[in-house]
């Protein structure tokens, strides 16, 4: 076999590919034997028949045609290896017009990897500050638990007053909107449809929604202008804001909340005594720390391997990183009543701040993407079946599919690469992870606000929300 290759602009690369007369004509006749196994003649018992007249019952030039095929999927990627090339993906293959007899040539064209630096990434410096479990905290937890066993007794014949435990939904929109070009006339929505559980001042309340519940009846609905703390959403805003708050009291309760004695906690299968009930609670806080703690270890190893293995991309792949992020930026946008595109038509800092930082972590998401892969190759670290299958039956319990619905998620391909990458970057960070050199600093020493990278949208531009869980009952409980 004799190989050439030619390196072509943004990462692309022809290889062409000889293979001698013989090696295809023994193929050829390999490929003969098996075509003629089950070939019977009539008159003559089966194995029987002068082979000449069993050849001729085969399409010999498909059969040529097959032979090549086979030759190209068995030889590309030796040659692609003899030639030292580190290839992507293969974008089309061409064959020369071939004669038996004759040597076979063809060409293929190749999307290069990018040429990723070689750098020790096995002890990558991580400064993190530990997460503490504080004997607050797990008060706090234990109060909530309090809170959750607590009798309730709905409240169907007054008016909310002081005391009562009140389910809410909130939204809130600011107030003194200036029109900007490339925004609606709708005011921007601080923060989306929260449900949250308030107890009317009391240490589970929130004074500035309190008094606006206070007098409200159940399904009642109220809106009305108040000063929203700067802190009560993450992330916070600059100032205190004063929105107009849109307000449905979903439900007002009297709660008697349990006294958690040792009997109690026996008699409610939670633990055997408060002792117990500490530790678990402490186990379970540690767990959350040690998840943050993780994440943010994450965070500084992403941002070191971009740093410190910095490469030239393929520009095509890079447009089309550019065009996933704009999209998933153009849906936060519309969720607030604004118009990315329009937006971006305009020449101002806005406008070029927003194009810079999509350019920004376009080339840095997709740079983890390529090392991620590098590495991944290095370490001979890879995706098992089982692991594939283990991560859709997973999927499929948590959105309730069915079998019909399990079989067709099994059959597409977008779904199942997407889960791949996920599978493998997921190994590849807790490779990372576990070699990573820790070290854990104060939180006064962390980089402050200022200093950190630029997000994709300022911090005051950013899609709000309430920084708070609010998927089950027990998480509802919310203090100002």
Known sequence: MKTSSNLLENFHAEITVTIPADELENKFRKNMEEAVKDIDIPGFRKGKAPKSLIERQVNKNKLWKITREETIEDTLTKAVQQEKLSVMSTEEVNQDTHTPGEDFTYRAKLRLMPEIPDVDYKEIPVRIAKMEVTDEQIGYSIENLRISLAESTPITNRPAQDGDWTLIQIEGYELSRIKIPGQSDK???????????????????????????????????????????????????????????????????????????????????????????????????EQQAKALENDAAVACIHDWLVENMAFDLPDDILEQKKEEITEQLNQEFHARGEDLDTILKHVDERANKIRENIGKQSRELLQLDFIITNIAEK??????????????????????????????????????????????????????????????????????????????????????????????????????
């Open 379 to 480: 370490e001979d670290l890879s995706i098992e079946q089982t692991e594939l299958l283990n991560h859709i039956q997973m999927v499929a319990q948590q959105s309730n599919l069915n079998k019909a619905q399990i079989k067709k998620l099994m059959e597409d391909t977008n779904f199942l690469t997407h889960s791949f990458s996920t599978l493998l970057s997921r190994k590849v960070t807790n490779f990372l992870l576990n070699h990573a050199k820790r070290e854990y600093i104060e939180k006064d020493e962390l980089p402050a606000e200022g200093e950190k990278k630029d997000e994709l949208i300022a911090e005051s531009e950013k899609p709000d929300a309430v920084d708070r869980d609010d998927s089950k009952e027990s998480d509802l409980i919310v203090t100002e």
């Open 187 to 285: 005011p921007k929505n601080m923060f989306p449809p929260s449900q949250l559980t308030l107890q009317i001042n009391g240490e589970r309340g929130i004074p500035w929604l309190d008094k606006e519940i206070i007098g409200m009846k159940t399904n009642e609905t109220k809106t009305a202008h108040v000063m929203m703390p700067k802190d009560f959403i993450n992330p916070p805003l600059e100032n205190d804001t004063e929105i107009e708050a849109k307000i449905l009291l979903q439900g007002i309760e009297e709660k008697t909340l349990p006294e958690l004695t040792d009997e109690y906690l026996v008699e409610k299968k939670i633990a055997k005594d408060m002792d117990e009930l500490k530790k678990h609670v402490r186990t379970s806080l």
